[in-house]
């Protein structure tokens, strides 16, 4: 395909107004649909390692209580 051929086939799909533009739905409703198709992951009941992701995000350890 020849860059004239690409720019043409560009034009025709820019001039086609979208048919359900995402604008068109309030972003409440948007986001509710993405986690309906993402849902989180079940809760492991594991309990995670405070010092290990405050080290991960450079964050200085807790000091402790004596």
């Not at 533009?21 to 079940?42: D, K």
């Not at 290990?52 to 402790?64: A, C, I, M, R």
């Amino acid at each position: 395909m020849t860059a004239d051929e690409m720019a043409a086939q560009f034009r025709e799909l820019a001039a086609e107004p979208p048919q359900n533009p995402p604008e068109a739905l309030p972003l409440v409703e948007r986001l509710r649909e993405w986690h309906q198709h993402h849902p989180m992951p079940p809760p492991t009941g594991l309990k995670a390692d405070k010092a290990f992701f405050d080290d991960l995000s450079g964050e200085p350890p807790d000091e402790e209580a004596p």
